[in-house]
């Protein structure tokens, strides 16, 4: 052997021991979370972190901890699979875990009280609403960056993004109007009033004193077509037709609507109306309330499954169930006494819901087609909310 | 019992065909167990808290906690004073008298529990004679001896100590280590419970319950309700929790009955 290859041969031995050592030295972090969609994310308010619990075994498999006074609201997986986003509403930042290892990756700062968050339908933008600071951070998720504020706004509280991701509409729950905006700006462009306002004279007063109860989210329909707003101190939903960004429908529905939920199969919307504790169904063909029904207290939100819809009525302990064929009752789920439902994601099988409950720091899986329950216990502080990737009903309250 | 309100895990099927029935039914099944169960259930469930829940709407229990406003006017009235929650080091000083020997160097003095285990070899004391309390002498420990639960200590002083005194207030400096802590003035004690006031952005506070350590002579460590970098109210926090109280009615903020432990 000459000396060049045994020189060439020592270098590779080298190289590869090199190599080898290198890999030692700098472990690859654990996989917690294999698959993105294995998992339901919950986010707990007052222990400050998100816990991840795997839907096949129940178990808790992972807990992101993001600081003291976080106290985080909403949480949501990047539509690639690759981050866990929330927004800690007391620090006044945006929290980026990565997915897989479920390591707390970035802290980026946003305006006050960030809640509730969307993502572009392309997963660049992550759009973070900022009620207490009016305003919408934008942070470019390819550089995990804050690239811009968004200011104009009234109490933001839910952002949706037309299917083409051009242009962003945001409920304003300050005001009466929808924000529309053009993503590749990033620039508010138009307020959609929804429904005339009535004067002052009109107003029962205690009302006019009290906190606006305006815009929740400009929900759009399955086919992007439409965005229906329902208006709580108007009690009506406002169907806006994006191509002009007009309102063409105004659809007197109960008091005090909380917000709008738009059913799986594209046929119906619910608003929960806790001014007369009811619910109204819209048709979307006919744009017409179908139905009016009783309901409980308190609602903060609507999930469907297995043909029918659950409204969480929160202080009551009850989940109420409607059949979304006959478009009747059909039965309420006691969940328990004295305690605080929160908010519910569905699986992506339309079957079962996972339910917040925070007084017992629980998750309540109910089983859409028996209507029976379980409950998980000790999945962090004060949940407050559930998130399943892809699943149709991610909310927040 | 009626059907319709036995309670478990399965959806009640009610009869909901007429809107004015099902809300009959509805009350009858909240109010029968009340008027059955009699007057100290009814008492119970008032006092349980119930009700106060439900008085709110989903945007009150939604919202962030309230804060308190302070404008700069009252600002620079109150001489409104931030400080940073920071690792720092935090001291306690423990205070003894002390004999100085006949050659003006020496101190001896006494320390009792619960301080007599702090003491240790090359602390600096600051040692102040009785006869001129403006006079301060720096020394160091120079020698502990315990004695039962006490401890002997010697100081020896830098310098001659101040003629014609022999006796001594000693300030023995014990660095009790390095903590995220606060200025012992940020902190409200309200019951067993320890507040201070944090900054939510400028002019806005919110009431922050800490969890504390080792109290020094300056600082406080905070074990957990803070992070390094919050900015709290040291002076002017009196005036903000009041402020607090009355506006809010003393409700707890959100998120503050428990934290994460480490």
């Given at each position: 052997m000459s000396r060049s290859t045994l020189f060439i041969a020592a270098c590779t031995l080298a190289a590869i021991v090199g190599g080898a050592a290198a890999t030692v030295a700098l472990p690859a972090a654990e996989v917690k979370v294999a698959d993105p969609t294995s998992v339901v994310m919950i986010v707990n308010r007052d222990s400050n972190d998100i816990s991840?619990?795997?839907?096949?075994?129940?178990?808790?498999?992972?807990?992101?901890?993001?600081?003291?006074?976080?106290?985080?609201?909403?949480?949501?997986?990047?539509?690639?699979?690759?981050?866990?986003?929330?927004?800690?509403?007391?620090?006044?930042?945006?929290?980026?875990?990565?997915?897989?290892?479920?390591e707390l990756v970035k802290i980026i700062p946003t305006d006050i009280a960030p809640e509730h968050l969307a993502f572009s339908p392309d997963g660049r933008w992550y759009y973070q609403g900022n009620p207490e600071g009016d305003s919408i951070s934008v942070i470019d998720m390819l550089s995990l960056t804050k690239i811009k504020t968004i200011p104009g706004l009234k109490e933001p509280l839910n952002v949706t993004f037309l299917p083409d991701g051009s242009k962003a509409y945001v409920g304003n729950y300050g005001a009466h109007w929808v924000g529309v905006i053009d993503v590749r700006r990033h620039e508010l462009l138009k307020k959609i009033q929804i429904a005339g306002v009535p004067g002052v004279a009109k107003l029962d007063p205690d009302r006019y004193l009290a906190e606006l109860h305006g815009i929740n989210i400009a929900a759009p329909t399955n086919d992007g077509k439409y965005l229906y707003a329902a208006d709580g101190d108007l009690g009506v939903v406002g169907v806006i037709d994006p191509r002009e960004d007009k309102v063409v429908k105004v659809i007197r529905v109960g008091p005090d609507p909380w917000r709008i939920y738009m059913s799986h199969d594209g046929?119906?919307?619910?608003?929960?109306?806790?001014?007369?504790?009811?619910?109204?169904?819209?048709?979307?063909?006919?744009?017409?309330?179908?139905?009016?029904?009783?309901?409980?207290?308190?609602?903060?939100?609507?999930?469907?499954?297995?043909?029918?819809?659950?409204?969480?009525?929160?202080?009551?302990?009850?989940?109420?169930?409607?059949?979304?064929?006959?478009?009747?009752?059909?039965?309420?789920?006691?969940?328990?006494?004295?305690?605080?439902?929160?908010?519910?994601?569905?699986?992506?099988?339309?079957?079962?819901?996972?339910?917040a409950e925070s007084t017992t720091h629980s998750v309540v899986i109910i089983d859409a087609k028996t209507e029976t329950f379980e409950k998980v216990g000790n999945v962090g502080l004060f949940p407050w909310g559930t998130h399943i990737m892809d699943s149709k009903d991610n909310y927040c309250h | 019992m009626d059907k319709s309100c036995i309670v478990n895990s399965k959806s009640e099927t009610l009869d909901w065909t007429s809107n004015s029935r099902s809300r009959i039914?509805?009350?009858?099944?909240?109010?029968?167990?009340?008027?059955?169960?009699?007057v100290i259930l009814l008492i119970l469930i008032a006092s349980s808290g119930y009700f106060r829940v439900s008085a709110?709407?989903?945007?009150?229990?939604?919202?962030?906690?309230?804060?308190?406003?302070?404008?700069?006017?009252?600002?620079?009235?109150?001489?409104?004073?931030?400080?940073?929650?920071?690792?720092?080091?935090?001291?306690?000083?423990?205070?003894?008298?002390?004999?100085?020997?006949?050659?003006?160097?020496?101190?001896?003095?006494?320390?009792?529990?619960?301080?007599?285990?702090?003491?240790?070899?090359?602390?600096?004391?600051?040692?102040?004679?009785?006869?001129?309390?403006?006079?301060?002498?720096?020394?160091?420990?120079?020698?502990?001896?315990?004695?039962?639960?006490?401890?002997?200590?010697?100081?020896?002083?830098?310098?001659?100590?101040?003629?014609?005194?022999?006796?001594?207030?000693?300030?023995?400096?014990?660095?009790?280590?390095?903590?995220?802590?606060?200025?012992?003035?940020?902190?409200?004690?309200?019951?067993?419970?320890?507040?201070?006031?944090?900054?939510?952005?400028?002019?806005?506070?919110?009431?922050?319950?800490?969890?504390?350590?080792?109290?020094?002579?300056?600082?406080?460590?905070?074990?957990?309700?803070?992070?390094?970098?919050?900015?709290?109210?040291?002076?002017?926090?009196?005036?903000?929790?009041s402020e607090y109280k009355l506006k809010s009615g003393a409700q707890p903020a959100a998120g503050n009955d428990h934290q994460h432990h480490h």
């Open positions: 991840f619990m795997d839907i096949k075994t129940k178990k808790i498999v992972g807990r992101t901890f993001l600081g003291n006074n976080v106290n985080p609201h909403m949480v949501m997986m990047s539509p690639d699979g690759r981050y866990v986003v929330t927004g800690g509403t007391r620090a006044n930042k945006a929290y980026i875990i990565d997915a897989r290892t479920l046929k119906y919307a619910i608003t929960p109306n806790n001014g007369d504790e009811t619910i109204s169904i819209i048709d979307l063909n006919s744009q017409k309330v179908a139905a009016t029904l009783e309901a409980g207290p308190n609602m903060t939100g609507v999930n469907f499954a297995a043909g029918k819809a659950f409204v969480i009525s929160s202080t009551s302990g009850f989940v109420y169930v409607y059949n979304m064929q006959t478009l009747k009752p059909a039965g309420r789920i006691k969940i328990g006494t004295n305690i605080q439902l929160e908010t519910a994601t569905t699986d992506t099988a339309d079957q079962k819901i996972y339910l | 039914s509805n009350l009858q099944c909240r109010i029968r167990p009340i008027l059955n169960s009699g709110q709407d989903v945007r009150s229990h939604t919202r962030p906690a309230p804060s308190t406003a302070v404008d700069e006017k009252q600002a620079l009235d109150l001489t409104l004073t931030l400080s940073q929650a920071s690792v720092r080091p935090v001291q306690s000083w423990v205070r003894t008298a002390g004999k100085i020997d006949k050659a003006g160097k020496i101190l001896t003095g006494y320390v009792y529990p619960p301080d007599a285990n702090l003491i240790k070899t090359g602390q600096r004391v600051r040692a102040f004679p009785l006869e001129s309390k403006s006079s301060m002498y720096q020394a160091r420990v120079t020698r502990f001896v315990p004695q039962g639960s006490r401890v002997m200590v010697d100081v020896t002083l830098a310098s001659l100590g101040r003629e014609g005194s022999s006796n001594y207030i000693m300030e023995i400096v014990v660095d009790r280590g390095e903590f995220l802590s606060v200025p012992n003035e940020a902190i409200i004690e309200e019951g067993d419970k320890r507040v201070v006031y944090l900054q939510h952005h400028p002019g806005m506070y919110v009431p922050q319950e800490v969890h504390t350590g080792v109290q020094g002579e300056l600082y406080t460590q905070v074990l957990h309700g803070l992070n390094e970098g919050d900015q709290i109210v040291t002076f002017g926090s009196f005036f903000i929790d």
